[in-house]
């Protein structure tokens, strides 16, 4: 296969899982592009690229930047804005991780904890509380792996998840 084919390939790809994470295929075309690009790329070298408007080009490099996995570069004698993905895998990881979790996780733990406040004492109430409460000590428990996680280097994770699997 051609390196030009490859690249176009990994591009769709990578905005097709991306849907599937929960982002949009455009927001992660751009990241899977600045990913293999060993230079920074201009807005316009990505609308170029990826035959996209500015407007989408902008929304979704902000929104790259708000996720903390492309950043910003500035070229001397340039008015240009340039951008650049980070290449360390783990980073990114733990990075989108971090992001998921305060965007999924912790309204999910939030609403759980106001749900386990309510009054009375009917079988229905019970079975809602217990399973308010089930569902709140899971989702705090999955809450503390994943900043764990984020807070962990790439050899204590394996380290431990070794220990897991074994």
């Known amino acids: 296969m051609e390196f030009k084919e490859s690249k176009e390939k990994f591009i769709q790809s990578w905005g097709v899982l991306g849907s599937s994470w929960g982002i949009n295929r455009t927001m992660a075309q751009i990241h899977a592009l600045l990913l293999i690009s060993p230079e920074i790329l201009s807005t316009e070298e990505i609308m170029s690229e990826l035959q996209i408007s500015r407007g989408n080009a902008n929304m979704n490099i902000r929104a790259l930047m708000d996720w903390g996995i492309v950043t910003k570069h500035f070229k001397t004698g340039e008015r240009k804005d340039f951008f650049f993905a980070d290449k360390d ?60 996680f984020v807070k962990s280097d790439e050899h204590w994770f394996y380290k431990n998840l070794l220990k897991i699997v074994k």
């Open 89 to 148: 895998i783990w980073e990114i990881a733990r990075k989108i991780t971090k992001e998921r979790s305060k965007r999924e996780i912790e309204p999910v733990i939030r609403i759980l904890n106001e749900l386990k406040g309510v009054e009375g004492e009917s079988a229905e109430i019970k079975q809602f509380k217990q399973t308010v409460g089930d569902l709140e000590s899971f989702t705090s428990k999955l809450n503390s792996v994943v900043d764990k």
